[in-house]
């Protein structure tokens, strides 16, 4: 859909409605608002990050909707990260049984991964999305601007995603970096549309995008609870190395994929220092058990036989998974 097309679809609506947190109000809601032709907009403003991505959260935005009387032609516009789009996809999706919303994205990792694809969502009970619906944004909009003010370690968490999209679809985002990144942000979000568009509801093939986030998520939980969490996106890089390190010993992934990984690893990780100890092993673990892609008791992963062939559902062993957990920790330590 064209800008154009939007705006005049939202002057339309009975109400528009824009979700942000305080960080992107900060820096960008009235220049958003205004390329959207939106000023006049309700603006509900939540506090950042994972941590409100709850559904205390939800209640405060369905609040401020009934408030306001949204009606069922209200759209919702969700401008941030993948909190706000996870969080807003999930909130429009369930008020008055579903209300359009539109995605702005402005982090790297939701331009390019969490604002696409319809999966909504909010965190329960310590674990990730475990309650959402799978209801498709009206549009997403991509402002690359948005970037300048991005900082440099969530944009590396974006990166990591990106990275993902060269392991289980096209080798040439493996040369994802730094410097080259905004000319693989359109092929990323055409790869993840590609993957939706063949099973929107997650059933088989989507699957792939789950590469490095079985162990990834478990991570990502458990550091929730610490001083210094991950991002999202850290969290996965890691997933990503064991994945690729089981992917070795049990789908006969040449070695090289892994080793070639490393350095990688070290710049998607330069601005933090994850910081486990063997003893953390046990902890994770218990995070991969409620896993919501567990299967008749056993966590599923997706591994590769090599480069751009994934494999979905894979049964791994958990002394297989606590090895890999294990050389994890080892390598976090020696980079
Ligand atoms: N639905 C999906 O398919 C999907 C896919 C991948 C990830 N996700 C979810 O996405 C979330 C992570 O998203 P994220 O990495 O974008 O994190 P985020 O939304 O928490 O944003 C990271 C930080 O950057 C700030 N920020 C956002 N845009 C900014 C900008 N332009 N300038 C300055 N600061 C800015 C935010 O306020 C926040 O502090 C996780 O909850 C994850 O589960 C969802």
Redesign the pocket.
């Known amino acids: 859909m064209r800008l154009e097309q939007l705006k005049e679809i939202l002057s339309e609506a009975s109400q528009v409605f824009v979700l942000t ?4 109000a900060q ?2 809601l009235p220049e958003l608002e205004h390329w959207l032709g939106c000023e006049q907009a309700v603006e509900i403003i939540v506090k ?3 941590k409100y ?1 709850t559904l205390r959260t939800a209640q405060k935005v369905w609040r401020a909707l009934l408030r306001h009387n949204a009606d069922r032609d209200a759209i919702l516009v969700n401008m ?7 969080l807003g ?1 999930f909130v429009a999706s369930c008020y008055q049984r579903g209300i359009r919303f539109v995605n702005v ?3 790297l ?2 331009m390019v ?5 319809g ?3 909010i ?1 329960f009970g310590n674990c ?2 475990q309650i959402g619906t799978f209801t498709e944004p009206l549009e997403v909009m991509v402002n690359p601007i ?2 300048s ?3 440099e370690r ?1 944009l590396l ?2 990166l990591s ?1 990106m990275v993902k999209y060269g392991f289980i679809a096209d080798d040439a985002m493996l040369k994802v970096d730094e410097s080259n990144y905004e000319q693989y942000i359109l092929r990323a979000g055409d790869l993840k549309r590609e993957i939706v568009d063949d099973d929107p509801t997650d059933l088989e093939q989507r699957r792939v ?1 789950n590469f490095g986030h079985t162990l990834g998520h478990a991570i990502e939980s458990f550091s929730l609870s610490s001083e210094t969490p991950l ?3 850290e969290a996965v890089a890691l997933g990503m190395w064991c994945a690729l390190y089981i992917s070795v010993k049990q789908c006969g992934l040449h070695e090289e994929v892994l080793i070639d990984y490393e350095p990688k690893l070290r710049t998607l990780l330069s601005e933090v220092e994850p910081c486990f100890s063997q003893g953390d092993v046990d902890a994770i673990m218990a995070f991969v058990e409620h896993d919501k892609k567990n299967k008749h008791g056993h966590a599923s992963f997706v591994l590769l036989k090599a480069v751009e062939r994934p494999l979905v559902d894979q049964y791994v062993p958990e002394a297989m998974i606590r090895e890999a957990l294990g050389q994890m920790i080892n390598l976090i330590d020696s980079l």
Do not use: F, Q, R
């Open positions: 947190d305080e960080n992107v820096y960008w950042p990050g994972e991505k941030g990260g993948g909190t706000v789009t996870d996809g994205p402005t982090t990792l939701a991964d969490a604002a696409i694809g999966k909504n969502g965190n990730k999305n948005c970037l003010t991005l900082p969530e968490s974006g995603e995008l991002t999202h996106g």
